[in-house]
């Protein structure tokens, strides 16, 4: 991903300058999210602690599905771009999502004896943290665009 870091007062905000390669990323992690929820249920009929992640690879699929289609918005411009507080709960909702699910599977995996369960858990949360990843860089592109569209106060 391309960012800039611009340091200000010892913290550097990283921000995306090509929002439409965040959108095909957020793309890609949604149609594979569809792609192993489907998975997942196909075999929770007879591995049942599959049933959760299943679920949360299906949540994941929406919350990269309308992180994509926000990125889309805010790379077309400044008019149609969505409010950086969208950017921050959709990459809050990812992040959640993938961590929730990790220990849902995790900890239904150990209890049902399944493998499955847990590289299930495993592999939602890696999925939802690259989704995460790419919300939180729009959130910082949203953020730094929102504050240079504000009146500067006069002197």
Known sequence: MTHQ?????????????????????CWVAAVASLVLAAAWIWVATTEPPLSGPAVAHLALAAIGAAIAVAARRFAV?????????????????????????????????????SVRAIAAGIIVFVLGAGVALQGALLYGAAAGRASAQQPRPRA
């Not at 400044?78 to 849902?104: K, S, V």
Request: charged share 15%.
């Open 77 to 113: 411009g400044p008019t149609t771009a969505p409010r950086p507080r969208t950017f921050q709960a959709l990459t809050i909702a990812a992040f959640l999502t993938g961590f929730a699910d990790a220990a849902l599977g995790i900890v239904s995996g150990a209890v049902g004896s």
């Open 5 to 25: 870091g611009n340091e200000r007062n010892g913290v550097t905000d990283f921000r995306t300058r090509r929002p439409a390669v965040n959108a095909a990323v």
